[in-house]
């Protein structure tokens, strides 16, 4: 079966510091990957998503990057964090080659930027 | 631009009552339609996934309807229980070269009290 992975569960860092965020999914290979985030007050936002290694697209201009060194290895990062960064950020994952596109979560890192 | 939107924001009722659960999205030219349960703190739980060609789908105590036409879609829990209580999110997949990216709506908390 398959399971989706994201580490840190949770994280506090300081304004103006780097960030990195892990996703990894097991039991699958080739899968289209995404983030999302959840910020206080507003609805689940998809920043990025990929359909393969080293393939990334942006929905949101923003400071935050996404890249994916291994096919099923997904990582969010910040150079230098801002108070708006703060929120629930979750990784799901979709089956190449089927054309449901049924998203599965993982189990999210809660960001506070102080 | 893909937009959703959920009533209500909140919902109590008592165990054993049937409810229903609304969902409206304001591009009919979607590919699919899905249901995510959250519990506080937690990731997202798939429920149910609507292609764009059905009608409906049920699992368990749970049955969820998609009517293109007029942008709706409904999710129905036959006799709640305590253990159903979580934030109900739907979100509308897009096909094609956006690889089933979903737009989600701000979700219904629901309360059951027994």
């Known amino acids: 079966s398959q399971t989706i992975h994201q580490w840190p569960a949770t994280l506090v860092q300081p304004v103006g510091s780097p960030l990195s965020l892990e996703c990894t999914v097991e039991?699958?290979?080739?899968?289209?990957l995404y983030w999302y985030r959840q910020a206080a007050g507003r609805g689940l936002q998809l920043l990025f998503y990929?359909?393969?290694?080293?393939?990334i697209s942006s929905e949101v201009p923003q400071n935050l990057s996404a890249s994916r060194p291994q096919d099923r290895q997904f990582i969010l990062s910040s150079k230098k964090l801002l108070l708006s960064d703060s929120g629930f950020y979750l990784c799901?994952?979709?089956?190449?080659?089927?054309?449901?596109?049924?998203?599965?979560f993982g189990p999210g890192t809660r960001l506070t930027v102080t | 631009k893909q937009e959703v939107t959920q009533i209500p924001a909140a919902l109590s009722v008592p165990e054993g009552e049937n409810l229903v659960l609304n969902c409206s999205f304001t591009d009919s030219a979607i590919y699919n339609l899905q249901w995510f349960r959250q519990d506080p703190g937690k990731g997202l739980t798939s429920l149910l996934l609507?292609?764009?060609?059905?009608r409906e789908q049920t699992s368990g105590r749970l049955n969820a309807s998609l009517d293109k036409s007029s942008g709706r879609s409904t999710l129905y829990i036959a006799a709640s229980q305590p253990g159903d209580s979580a934030t109900y999110l739907c979100a509308a997949g897009a096909g094609g070269t956006s690889y089933g990216k979903l737009t989600f709506g701000q979700g219904t908390i629901l309360t059951v009290h027994p």
């Open positions: 609507i292609q764009s060609s059905q």
């Open positions: 990929s359909v393969g290694i080293g393939q």
């Open positions: 039991g699958t290979s080739n899968p289209n």
């Open positions: 799901a994952w979709s089956a190449r080659g089927l054309l449901s596109y049924e998203q599965y």
